[in-house]
């Protein structure tokens, strides 16, 4: 018999709501759902193979131990809790909490029940160990914000915006960096027949730069330079909102003064562009009158990322782009409790970094975007008090994902404990001491709250507008499984070790389990709209409220956005001070001839993805390095060579790919392929890791530590043994 349900897609974050038929309780077939007011019957290719996913014969279906021969063999989820945690009190009664170390990865933010209760978890046992994504992905987001100050009514829509500028994102592909995830091509299409003047910065002409208006393909990490050139035309040719300068702004002066430099000549030779399209990008900006810069993961990578998003801030603020007294809430929450929602300031935090946990290298610690990842690997190899042992990991893939894979390799085999919980044997998964088989999306009810919460991400994607869905469990795991969900590992090894845990403020019964339905009523306590009403709308629903408006500024209300932080003004400085080439050539490190920088593929997700047939068809699937046809011809290179990236910290095999949108001297590639150096030579069957030429422990952002991880200076040469 064949029944038709309806949820949401957790294959990427974009959460696209689908009707999924199912014939003898196993999913057969996905499409968009035409009836969601939000999505309009968008699904991609990956989200479409839902089903191929939950029934590939390499997910794992039964959790798996590690033997001392270093094979794996099936163990029972049970067994294996109990085990684990037995390991682990023995490891915190030797040497205290803070030898237990937790990532929590991508798939944390598509499993918000699994991501508190791991959280609750680590609370528990009292380690402040905790790393995610977010310091080697955008840091530069909170660390501007934190620098700058939140606007507490929030960033303008983009759907009734008259221009945008996107910064190193390409949402066409990604979903994510400024159109709304939620159908970006729908909403692109509207806006542009709407007249919306795009505006892009990227030095590759990506499929967003296609429909800009203005295009401007730069030397990669410069945008600082960039954006400190359009502030000051925009400055000097007084288009900026004076009114919301003067009341809500301060240290206009120093801004002024710090950019005085950065004149259209000096910008055109350093990031090699046109001085006068920078000009025209800033005018065409600056008239908005709506519309607002945004910025993606490439700046973020490259060196400075935290100034240019706090740039990227300024810029919003100087043509007062937020959302003004009176003017609606675009999104006043549906599972978040309603915000203040005040035409005002917030104040800023008094530490943004330095502060909380410490870790044992390059005096890093807690930032505003949390502990910083590039240390991880290292708090494991240093021996001495405080060092980890035991790395539990939800969702994610270290070893295919973080920067410096070569620490990453030797930190993973030097744990005495790690247990990942993944859908497949990853490269981390491959060298864990357990691996904890877990429900798939369909099997698991959800909620769409994390893309409520990206709000406070920066001036950054989330919903538009008050959007909400349920997804309830749609199939039961295949026969035969043993999986249970994230949130049930941790809350079986709580029960194991007698800890009691809370979530959002609530006490969890530890003797009769939750169901997962009352996890989500836990998670969601407060909401604007209680959960039982959300599901009452099977398609998703927006519970709009036009009489939610931003309120005035409180009286006597201190508090301004601050467009003058001294640190962030020095930092412009330096990069003032550095020396540059003009031509082909790049600030710094002059022995280095090419650029690598980051990009993501439409029909993978990070390391997820590439072991679908419809997604990776034929024999190869790797992560080509695209370079331009000119500097192909002039290293006597063709598409499908092998080719030797070296940066300062490594070498890797890629197979190159001939590709004109790609500015000369500039190689893109994506991350998180590959695997462990010893499969190397199967470069054309399993890619190239391009975050072993990252260096954690080189150039880093020394408040939030990320590590250079685009615009990486690095040498090409044809490799000698093309692997055929
Ligand atoms: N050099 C370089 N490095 C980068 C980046 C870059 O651009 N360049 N990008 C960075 C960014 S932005 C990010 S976010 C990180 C990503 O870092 P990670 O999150 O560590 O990497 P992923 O590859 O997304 O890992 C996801 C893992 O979850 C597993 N998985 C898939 N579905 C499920 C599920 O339903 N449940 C569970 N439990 N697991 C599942 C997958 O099999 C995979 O092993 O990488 C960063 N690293
Ligand atoms: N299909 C698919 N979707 C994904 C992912 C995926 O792997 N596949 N990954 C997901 C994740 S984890 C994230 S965080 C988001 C990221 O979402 P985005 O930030 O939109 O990611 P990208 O598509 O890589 O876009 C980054 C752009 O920055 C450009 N760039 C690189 N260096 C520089 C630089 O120095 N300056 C400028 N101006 N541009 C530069 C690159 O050419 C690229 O076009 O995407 C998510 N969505
Ligand atoms: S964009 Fe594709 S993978 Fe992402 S949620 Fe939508 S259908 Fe799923
Ligand atoms: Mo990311």
């Known amino acids: 018999m064949s029944t038709e349900h309806l949820t949401f897609c957790r294959f990427c974050h974009a959460f696209c709501a689908i009707r999924v038929t199912v014939e003898d309780g196993k999913a057969v077939k996905i499409i968009g759902d035409k009836e969601n007011p939000t999505y309009y019957g968008y699904s991609c290719k990956k989200g479409r193979q839902l089903p191929e996913q939950h029934y590939h014969p390499d997910r794992l279906l039964q959790s798996q131990k590690r033997q001392k021969d270093g094979s794996y063999q099936p163990c029972k989820v049970e067994d294996a809790i109990e085990e684990i945690a037995a390991q682990l009190s023995l490891i915190i009664e030797e040497h205290g909490p803070r030898a237990v170390a937790m990532y929590t990865g991508t798939f944390s933010h598509h499993y918000p029940t699994g991501t508190a209760f791991a959280m609750a978890f680590m609370g528990a046992i009292g380690s402040a160990m905790m790393f995610s994504p977010s310091t080697i992905d955008q840091p530069g987001k909170p660390m501007a914000t934190a620098f700058h100050g939140r606007w507490n009514a929030g960033p303008t829509r983009f759907d009734d915006a008259d221009t945008w500028l996107l910064v190193g994102t390409n949402p066409l592909v990604s979903m994510w960096g400024g159109i709304p995830q939620f159908n970006p091509a729908k909403r692109l299409h509207d806006a542009l027949k709407n007249g919306l003047n795009l505006l892009v910065i990227d030095p590759r002409k990506t499929d967003v730069a296609e429909k800009a208006k203005i295009h401007l393909q730069p030397k990669p990490g410069e945008d600082p330079t960039i954006l400190a050139g359009m502030i000051k035309v925009i400055l000097d040719e007084e288009l900026f909102d004076q009114d919301f300068v003067d009341e809500q702004v301060e240290g206009i002066e120093g801004l002024t003064q710090a950019v005085s430099e950065y004149t259209p000549e000096y910008v055109e030779s350093r990031a090699g562009i046109s001085g006068s399209a920078m000009v025209e990008t800033a005018r065409t900006f600056a008239a908005g009158p709506r519309g607002m810069v945004t910025c993606g993961t490439g700046p973020n990578m490259a060196p400075r990322g935290t100034l240019t998003e706090y740039l990227v801030l300024v810029l919003n603020t100087i043509c007062g782009r937020w959302v003004k007294e009176g003017e609606e809430i675009p999104n006043p929450f549906v599972f978040l409790p309603q915000g203040e929602n005040k035409a005002q300031a917030e104040k800023r935090p008094d530490e943004i970094y330095g502060f909380g946990e410490k870790m044992r290298v390059r005096d890093l610690a807690t930032s505003a975007a949390g502990l910083p990842t590039s240390a991880a690997a290292d708090e494991i190899l240093l021996d001495g008090e405080g060092q980890v042992r035991a790395l539990l990991v939800v969702g994610g893939n270290p070893m295919a994902a973080w920067p410096d894979q070569l620490r990453t ?316």
């Open 409 to 724: 390799y030797d930190a993973m085999r030097k744990l005495e404990l790690s247990a990942t919980l993944d859908i497949k044997m990853s490269a981390t998964a491959k060298l864990s001491s357990y691996v904890i088989a877990p429900k798939l999306s369909l099997e698991s009810p959800s909620i769409s709250m994390p893309n409520e919460a990206l709000t406070f991400y920066g001036v950054s994607p989330g919903y538009p507008e008050p959007y909400g869905q349920y997804g309830p469990v749609v199939v039961d795991p295949p026969k035969g499984a043993d999986v249970i969900e994230e949130w049930q590992f941790f809350y079986g090894l709580a029960q194991h070790m007698g800890l009691q845990l809370n979530i959002s403020g609530t006490k969890v019964d530890m003797a009769n389990a939750p169901t997962s339905d009352d996890v989500l009523e836990m998670l969601t306590k407060g909401s604007r709209v209680p959960l039982s009403e959300v599901k009452k709308h099977p398609h998703g629903h927006i519970f709009s409220d036009p009489s939610i408006v931003a309120k005035p500024m409180d009286e006597g209300w201190e508090p301004r956005l601050d467009v003058g932080s001294a640190e962030m003004l020095a930092e412009l400085n330096e990069v003032g001070s550095e020396e540059f080439t003009e031509h082909g050539g790049y600030a710094g490190d002059p022995e280095f001839s090419h650029r690598l920088i980051s990009r993501r593929l439409k029909n993978v997700y990070n390391s997820s993805g590439r072991d679908l047939k419809k997604l990776v068809p034929g024999n190869f699937s790797y992560n080509p390095a695209f370079m331009n046809p000119d500097d192909l011809k002039e290293m006597d290179l063709e598409t499908g060579d092998v080719i030797e990236v070296s940066s300062g910290r490594a070498t890797i095999l890629a197979i190159v790919e001939e590709a004109p949108d790609v500015r000369a001297g500039v190689i893109s590639m994506a991350h998180a392929w590959g695997d462990a150096p010893e499969h190397d030579n199967s470069v054309r069957f399993i890619g190239s890791n391009t975050g072993r030429l990252t260096d954690n422990a080189g150039r880093i952002d020394p408040r939030c530590g990320m590590p250079v991880m685009s615009a990486i200076p690095v040498n090409v040469r044809k490799a000698a043994n093309q692997l055929e």
